[in-house]
């Protein structure tokens, strides 16, 4: 009995790559059809372990323009489609997709995007002459002096001091509120203790 390698797939609006991760792969078959078939066989491993991977595509495809490369660590296809149109998932039958078959988002590209012939991967891109000090993002002060208000002094009594003030300023706003009055009335203060 075969097994099922792992198959990852991503798609173009013209084509579709499908990679077929098997070390080692010997005796590599490959069948395309034109109505949308995908065959692959292979042995792997010292005890020649039989692969295979038996799908029928969403829609038509191009065999004659198809490739395929090999390495040692898997074989790649680029399976060029019958119509330059984004197909809704790999396989022709709906519902969930075999657990060997996933989707390879190194190489996906979605359809909203504008020019594929110009997409770059994001280590790429040109960001030109933006200053990420300035997009809050932890890089930078943003053009604050935390010292101008102090001594200069970076003892760090003085911030031991400013916490002590700021809880006796908070223990104090409670007690306040624990004596709050209601429409001027001390004496109709709710009551604050449960």
């Not at 040692?72 to 969930?96: F, H, M, P, T």
């Not at 916490?163 to 604050?192: H, M, R, Y």
């Amino acid at each position: 009995m075969s097994r099922h390698p792992t198959v990852k797939w991503a798609q173009r609006s013209d084509e579709v790559l499908i990679t077929v991760e098997l070390p080692d792969a010997q005796n590599v078959k490959l069948k395309l059809e034109p109505e949308g078939k995908f065959y692959f066989f292979a042995t792997a491993g010292a005890d020649k372990i039989p692969y295979e991977v038996d799908i029928d595509l969403f829609d038509k495809i191009d065999v004659d323009n198809s490739e395929s490369s090999a390495s040692s660590r898997q074989i790649c296809y680029l399976v060029k489609k019958a119509e330059n149109k984004w197909w809704d998932r790999l396989l022709k039958q709906g519902g969930k997709s075999p657990s060997f078959l996933k989707v390879d988002w190194d190489k996906w590209i979605d359809e909203d995007e504008v020019n594929e012939q110009d997409a770059k991967p994001v280590s790429d891109m040109d960001f030109g002459d933006v200053d990420f000090s300035k997009l809050n993002m932890g890089g930078g002060d943003d053009g604050l002096d935390f010292d101008a208000a102090g001594d200069g002094d970076d003892d760090e009594s003085d911030s031991e001091e400013e916490e002590a003030e700021e809880a006796e300023k908070a223990s104090s706003g409670i007690e306040l509120d624990a004596k709050a009055t209601v429409n001027g009335n001390a004496n109709k203060a709710p009551d604050t203790k449960a």
